[in-house]
Nanobody, 126 residues
Framework: QVQLVELGGGSVPAGGSLRLSCAASGYTYSKYCMGWFRQAPGKEREGVATIDSAGSTRYADSVKGRFTISKVNAQNTLYLQMNSLKPEDTAMYYC????????????????????WGQGTQVTVSS
């Protein structure tokens, strides 16, 4: 499995912005699906955004138009730009990366046995 380190969390007022980064090591970007997930206290982990090896992106309805996922292959880094933050965006954010056969992101991404990193906390105050 790829080694990932999430950075960039913090506390901001509603309407503010944050940029999360995910530094990856131990692989190349070819044929990898990557994404951001979050988990709020007492809730299940949920998908926020994914990006496949071709650069196609998908977003959860709750963040469409506010969040942007991107990657810089030369830096082995995945980003999540978060604008117009809301209190309901408060959560621990995690990045994930998995090798897939075609580089596309399957509905099951990541696999059930995926080993999550430590994440980075995002807190949005009202």
């Amino acid at each position: 499995q790829v080694q990932l380190v999430e950075l960039g969390g913090g506390s901001v007022p509603a309407g503010g912005s944050l940029r999360l980064s995910c530094a990856a090591s131990g692989y190349t970007y070819s044929k990898y699906c990557m994404g951001w997930f979050r988990q709020a206290p007492g809730k299940e982990r949920e998908g926020v955004a994914t990006i496949d090896s071709a650069g196609s992106t998908r977003y959860a309805d709750s963040v469409k138009g506010r969040f942007t996922i991107s990657k810089v292959n030369a830096q082995n880094t995945l980003y999540l730009q978060m604008n117009s933050l809301k209190p309901e965006d408060t959560a621990m954010y995690y990045c994930a990366a998995e090798l897939t056969l075609t580089g596309a992101c399957p509905p099951s991404f990541p696999s059930p046995a995926y080993s999550w990193g430590q994440g980075t906390q995002v807190t949005v105050s009202s």
